[in-house]
């Protein structure tokens, strides 16, 4: 892969318990996304990065925040997680600019019980 | 609003066809578009992309074509193979979303029969 790795892969957490994803990249990509991956709902943004320190909300945002402290790494955080929370995870990156696409990290599959 | 839709929602073909795969789009300003391969259980595989100035983009067997002005893109495969067998996306850049967000497609299941 081009130099994003998420982190965990799994995870199986508890309802009402704080979570946090992470996402690290070798790029010096500025932009970082956050997306969720459901059945019937394709792939959804969260939260996108645009710089260190400079984060937007996506369109299923309520629920999640963000962190971006370094350009290397895109956090994110389940507040306190739920069952409708339970998907698969995907961040990207982009190196920016209109000419330039996404590149995905391998997923982290959260369950929440 | 961009919306990205994908017909068929899931093909099976025998080894060895050709093949095509369908992407639409509601609103022609675009930066570019990009097809995906996804695995079961993986992440997502970036196949092409294709700038709103090209028509199309060629990476070994696959093929991708872009009209913008319909609103339009195809993924042709070539000579089928077992190993094709994955979910397909497609998604594009609006040039209106400063987010630099894509948009993306249903995706389209292909299983490629021995």
């Known amino acids: 892969d081009a130099g994003i790795t998420q982190s965990p892969r799994h995870k199986v957490t508890e309802t009402g318990t704080p979570v946090t994803l992470r996402c690290h990249q070798t790029?010096?990509?500025?932009?970082m996304y956050w997306y969720r991956q459901d059945p019937g709902h394709g792939l959804r943004l969260i939260h996108y990065?645009?710089?260190?320190?400079?984060?937007d909300k996506g369109e299923v945002s309520d629920g999640y925040s963000v962190s971006r402290s370094k350009t290397e790494d895109f956090l994110l955080t389940l507040e306190s997680a739920t069952s409708s929370q339970t998907s698969v995870y995907f961040c990207?990156?982009?190196?920016?600019?209109?000419?330039?696409?996404?590149?995905f990290g391998s997923g982290t599959r959260l369950t929440v019980v | 609003k961009q919306e990205v839709t994908q017909i068929p929602a899931a093909l099976s073909v025998p080894e060895g066809e050709n093949l095509v795969l369908n992407c639409s789009f509601t609103?022609?300003?675009?930066?570019?578009l990009q097809w995906f391969r996804q695995d079961p259980g993986k992440g997502l595989t970036s196949l092409l992309l294709?700038?709103?100035?090209?028509r199309e983009q060629t990476s070994g067997r696959l093929n991708a074509s872009l009209d913008k002005s319909s609103g339009r893109s195809t993924l042709y495969i070539a000579a089928s193979q077992p190993g094709d067998s994955a979910t397909y996306l497609c998604?594009?850049?609006?040039?209106?979303?400063?987010?630099?967000?894509?948009?993306f497609g249903p995706g389209t299941r292909l299983s490629v029969l021995p």
């Open positions: 998604a594009v850049r609006p040039r209106d979303n400063y987010g630099q967000n894509f948009v």
């Open positions: 609103d022609s300003a675009i930066y570019n």
């Open positions: 990065s645009y710089g260190v320190k400079d984060t």
């Open positions: 294709i700038q709103s100035s090209q």
């Open positions: 790029e010096n990509h500025r932009y």
């Open positions: 990207a990156i982009a190196q920016g600019g209109r000419d330039y696409g996404y590149t």
